[in-house]
């Protein structure tokens, strides 16, 4: 029972800890004093180049076949992510400095390439970074080490759809149906309904039924047989295409998930 109170009290708790600044806000949290600086907190930043003072490959931070990128992202706070574990700390911004604090981390266990990636990350960030360059396509970071670390920007939802969205719970069915609707002909859809916690964050039971949704969820891939409820952000698409979804919604976490077949 303990460990389903605990689960069920997570997603409200989080909806506040993982809030983030509005892209374009003028404070330390991914903006600095210049105002023709670009947000930080606009973009994921993703790893596309490491070298050491010497100019040769970090190759421990380089994603190999089929690994996502290391990648930065700025909010109150910055998270960062090289493959197993999330690292997340305060940070302030001042002019070319960007100094971030004592960072905690999730404690997975990982494969030893994606542990030591996870150190070497850790590593370069503990002391403060300098910004050589920061365009809306480009951060380049140079640490104390004199390590260069050049990451692209990724636009994130609220930049590409203008605003912060709406956070809502999903309950995603463990299979998928035949549906229909518009230009889908023949199409299988996931199996939705909405779920709700009352003031203390305990999931209320739902009478409601399971419905088609129509279009898909943004970084969410389904695995048959297996439930899960989504805490994703919702975003109202302005001037949307003839028969084309008017929201858009993007995954923030997998709250719970369970396998259903035996």
């Given at each position: 029972?303990?460990?389903?109170?605990?689960?069920?009290?997570?997603?409200?708790?989080?909806?506040?800890?993982?809030?983030?600044?509005?892209?374009?806000?003028?404070?330390?949290?991914?903006?600095?004093?210049?105002?023709?600086?670009?947000?930080?907190?606009?973009?994921?930043?993703?790893?596309?180049?490491?070298?050491?003072?010497?100019?040769?490959?970090?190759?421990?931070?380089?994603?190999?076949?089929?690994?996502?990128?290391?990648?930065?992202?700025?909010?109150?706070?910055?998270?960062?992510?090289?493959?197993?574990?999330?690292?997340?700390g305060g940070y302030t911004v001042n002019g070319t400095s960007l100094s971030i604090g004592n960072m905690i981390s999730t404690m997975i266990g990982c494969p030893q390439e994606l542990a030591?990636?996870?150190?070497?990350?850790?590593?370069?960030?503990?002391?403060?970074?300098?910004?050589?360059?920061?365009?809306?396509?480009?951060?380049?970071?140079?640490?104390?080490?004199?390590?260069?670390?050049?990451?692209?920007?990724?636009?994130?939802?609220?930049?590409?759809?203008?605003?912060?969205?709406q956070t809502v719970f999903l309950e995603v069915g463990p299979e998928l149906k035949p549906c229909t609707h518009g230009v889908m002909a023949n199409a299988q859809c996931l199996q939705v309904?909405?779920?709700?916690?009352?003031?203390?964050?305990?999931?209320?039971?739902?009478?409601?039924?399971?419905?088609?949704?129509?279009?898909?969820?943004?970084?969410?891939?389904?695995?048959?047989?297996?439930?899960?409820?989504?805490?994703?952000?919702?975003?109202?698409?302005?001037?949307?295409?003839?028969?084309?979804?008017?929201?858009?919604?993007?995954?923030?976490?997998?709250?719970?998930?369970?396998?259903?077949?035996?």
């Amino acid at each position: 029972m303990l460990r389903a109170a605990l689960t069920l009290a997570l997603p409200l708790a989080l909806l506040t800890a993982c809030a983030s600044t509005t892209p374009g806000s003028t404070d330390n949290n991914g903006s600095s004093n210049d105002s023709s600086a670009i947000a930080l907190n606009a973009y994921h930043w993703q790893l596309s180049a490491a070298t050491d003072k010497a100019g040769q490959p970090i190759t421990a931070l380089q994603a190999t076949a089929g690994q996502k990128p290391v990648q930065l992202d700025f909010g109150d706070r910055i998270s960062a992510y090289a493959g197993c574990n999330h690292l997340s700390g305060g940070y302030t911004v001042n002019g070319t400095s960007l100094s971030i604090g004592n960072m905690i981390s999730t404690m997975i266990g990982c494969p030893q390439e994606l542990a030591l990636r996870d150190q070497v990350l850790g590593a370069a960030l503990e002391k403060p970074l300098t910004i050589r360059t920061r365009t809306s396509q480009q951060l380049v970071l140079v640490t104390a080490n004199g390590d260069v670390l050049d990451f692209k920007g990724v636009p994130t939802a609220e930049t590409r759809y203008g605003g912060p969205g709406q956070t809502v719970f999903l309950e995603v069915g463990p299979e998928l149906k035949p549906c229909t609707h518009g230009v889908m002909a023949n199409a299988q859809c996931l199996q939705v309904r909405p779920v709700h916690y009352d003031e203390h964050s305990i999931k209320q039971p739902s009478s409601e039924a399971f419905s088609h949704f129509y279009g898909q969820i943004e970084g969410y891939q389904h695995e048959a047989g297996v439930r899960n409820v989504l805490r994703v952000k919702r975003y109202d698409i302005a001037n949307p295409p003839a028969d084309a979804p008017s929201q858009a919604y993007v995954l923030d976490m997998v709250v719970e998930s369970e396998n259903t077949r035996p």
